[in-house]
């Protein structure tokens, strides 16, 4: 890796490093990185910024890959250690992996209960509301709507579908 770094620093701050030299620091860092773990610290070995290994990502298909699969193996690596840890006794752990293992059967499930008595009171405080804003008579004609019955008439057979559930 020193050897890396010396080309590196060798071509100067307003050079860019040949394509080759770039190629060879590019596996080189993933190397330092499968033993490190951390990009990071990674970097700073290396001399270069995170926007820099960044950049790296976006523009070389090969090294994002190479990346990639570094970054699953690590995880296999975590996911090994907290699989013997779970075995060994920590439910948290246990836990979190039948989670990730079986997302479907052991989601945490959340049940929301209406009370019947709250959905009849909403619904009744509704159509006095609707009583009070909505005339029962046309302004103009003077026909009968009729809406204030039909909304109530809607609302509660809402309220017992509600209430049913």
């Known amino acids: 890796m020193c050897r890396i770094i010396t080309l590196m620093t060798k071509t100067g701050p307003e050079k860019t490093p040949s394509k080759r030299t770039l190629a060879r620091l590019k596996d080189v ?3 330092e990185y499968r033993e490190s773990r951390t990009i990071s610290s990674t970097c700073r070995k290396f001399g270069i910024s995170r926007s820099t290994f960044s950049r790296w990502r976006q523009a070389d298909n090969e090294f994002n890959e190479k990346f990639t699969e570094i970054e699953t193996e690590l995880l296999e690596v975590l996911e090994a250690s907290a699989f013997t840890r779970a075995l060994k006794g920590s439910d948290v752990l246990t ?4 989670k990730s293992m079986d997302p479907q059967k ?3 499930i959340v049940k929301h209960e209406i009370d019947h008595r709250f ?5 009744s405080q509704l159509s006095a509301v609707i009583k009070r804003l909505v005339p029962n008579m046309c302004p103009h004609c003077k026909t009968h709507l009729g809406l ?3 909304i109530a008439h809607e609302l509660g057979s809402l309220s017992a579908r509600l209430a049913s559930r």
Do not use: A, G, P
């Open 29 to 31: 860092w993933l190397e």
């Open 95 to 98: 836990i979190f992996l039948l």
């Open 106 to 108: 052991y989601r945490d």
């Open 119 to 123: 959905v009849v009171d909403v619904s």
């Open 148 to 150: 204030t019955n039909k």
